[in-house]
């Protein structure tokens, strides 16, 4: 497995409405997609920062995980996670498992922007949450 790039970096927010015109304004671009991720349970915004994205995740219900997430650090929101581009998403999670590394997903889904996506527990990945993501074919 080698990554291409940073595919995006994943930040929790309690509202996209407010948190939006601040990364337009430091991105220097705007808002490229909204989308809402129905079985994640979140609404994400997408800027491009260069070859990588800016990920903004707003919980759709206090379930979520982003709604946990944003809870635990204090009602705020935070970095919730790297991504990182690969070529195939099914046989990255089989070398991860096979080199001990714990899973979130044990098998490839769909996520925002119609990627194949899978998590990798933080547990075994010093304490950051990973995400593999394979582009669209």
Known sequence: MKPSHIEHLG????SLEQTIPFFELLTGSKCYSIEEVADQKVKTAFFKVGQTKIELLEPTCPESTIAKFIEKNGGRGGVHHVAFNVDNVADALAYCEANGIQLIDKMPRKGAENL????LHPKSTCGVLTELCQQPK
Not at 116 to 119: E, G, R, S
């Open 11 to 14: 930040i929790a927010v309690t």
């Open 116 to 119: 194949t996506i899978a998590f």
